[in-house]
Every structure is written in C-alpha cells, then in structure tokens.
C-alpha cells in the first residue's frame, strides 16, 4: 500500500545546490528516482553567489548551500556536515607533521577558488585572521581542477572534505593537521520563507535527510 502512495508521486523537483554537493548528491539520486519513477529532476550546480541569485530570482523548488543568504528571508534545515580541509599532495613536505601551525602555511604556494566562492571566503577570512600570506599561483573556478593542480604540483589548497571522496584521491592526496582545521561548516536545505514546498520537494528533503543519517560521523 506504501508502494503505492508513493508511485502516486509525480512531477518535476528543480535542485539547485552548491558545487560540494555534486560530489555527493547525484548518487544519491539514483534510488530516489527509482522509489518515485514519476519524479523528474533538473539540477543546477553553482558556486555560494551563483545560489543566492537563483534563490533571490525564485528559480528552483529547493537549494543546497553552506552559508545561510544574510539578506534574503530563507527557511532552512540543517543537513550534512561539509568541513574544509587543507589539501596537499601526498609528497608535501608537512605531509606527515602534527599540529602545524597555520601561520607555517605562508609563503605556500596556493590555489584559490574564484570570487564568488563561499570558500574563498572562508580561506580568506580565516588567512586575515591570522595573518597568514600564501603566494596564490592559480585561481580556479572548479574543485575537481584544483584537485587536479594540487596533484599536479601546483601548490595546497583549502576545500571542503567532500571533495575528496574516491579511493584514487585518497592515493593522491592528502589532509594537512594545520592547526584551527578542520573549519567546521554544514550542508543546509534552503527554500525561501514565503514559498510553500511542493509536495515533491518535501518528499525530496525527507528522503535526503534520512539517507545521510548514516554518514553524519563518516565526515568528520
Ligand atoms: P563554493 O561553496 O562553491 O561557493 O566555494 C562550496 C561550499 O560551500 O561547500
């Protein structure tokens, strides 16, 4: 009977979430899709600006992002954890320190993600801070090519710990023990406050909630 209340289910559920979520979230689909076959899903990708423009010009049914918008009126339900890590190649020479301090990581050479990045933000916040000064050899508009630069040789970088998810990048790459990291964030659902969830969407987020009960430890 369950079975079919939920095949009852149908229409179109319009994502949009910020660029960790995708190394997560479009497994996650799969069975979705295969619990409710009437359910088509668009999902949009974008960085913490690009998220706060679609929300603020109501183009989607529901949002993933990490920093809740200031100024716009949203509801929110806390989600996943998604800490940012400093991410080196696995030959750095403070690969195998304890406790570094973060003010060693100057004169690092660095690759930074694009203004608009709610994690350039936070890098950069957290670098003022404290004073640090790393030489930024590369701006990039992607986590997959910074992991791809860092491998490279190109210098470390600080990205969310989800970035870092198969086996291959584990081989690669590694997780510096820098002194005030991880930088603990979470993963939130947003929709805007006035807006009445589809019913779709709240199946959606249910669903999602559910699912990750599993992995709240596994990212920490
Ligand atoms: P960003 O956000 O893509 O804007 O840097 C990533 C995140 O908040 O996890």
């Known amino acids: ?21 995708k190394f997560f979230i479009p497994r996650l689909l799969g069975p979705f899709c295969q619990l409710y076959p009437g359910i088509d899903i668009s999902l949009k990708v ?39 890590v400093v991410l080196a190649p696995i030959n750095h020479p403070l690969a195998n320190k304890k406790n570094i301090p973060i003010k060693d990581l100057s004169g ?14 936070a890098v950069q ?9 790393v030489q ?11 992991k791809q630069g860092i491998i490279g040789g190109l210098g470390i970088s600080i990205l969310s710990r989800h970035t870092l998810m198969s086996a291959a990048d584990k081989e690669e790459i590694t997780i510096l023990d820098v002194e005030n990291f991880p930088i603990r ?4 659902f947003v929709y805007p406050s006035g807006k009445q969830l589809s019913i779709v969407a709240s199946t959606y987020m249910d669903y999602l909630l559910d699912a990750v009960k599993p992995l709240h430890q596994e990212v920490q």
Not at 108 to 121: A, K, V, W
């Open 108 to 121: 690092e050479s660095f690759i930074m993600r694009e203004p608009g990045s709610g994690t350039r933000r």
């Open 125 to 133: 916040i957290l670098f003022d801070r404290y004073g640090v000064k």
């Open 46 to 84: 974008t960085n913490h600006e690009g998220i706060i423009e679609r929300i603020a010009s109501n183009l989607d049914d529901l949002y993933i992002i990490t920093q809740i918008p200031e100024n716009i009126d949203v509801t929110y339900k806390q989600f996943l954890e998604n800490p940012l």
């Open 1 to 21: 009977k369950v079975a079919n209340l939920k095949g009852l289910k149908r229409g179109q559920l319009r994502l949009a979430v910020i660029t960790t979520a």
């Open 136 to 146: 930024v050899k590369l701006e990039l508009g992607s986590n997959e090519a910074i």
């Open 185 to 188: 964030r979470n993963w939130y």
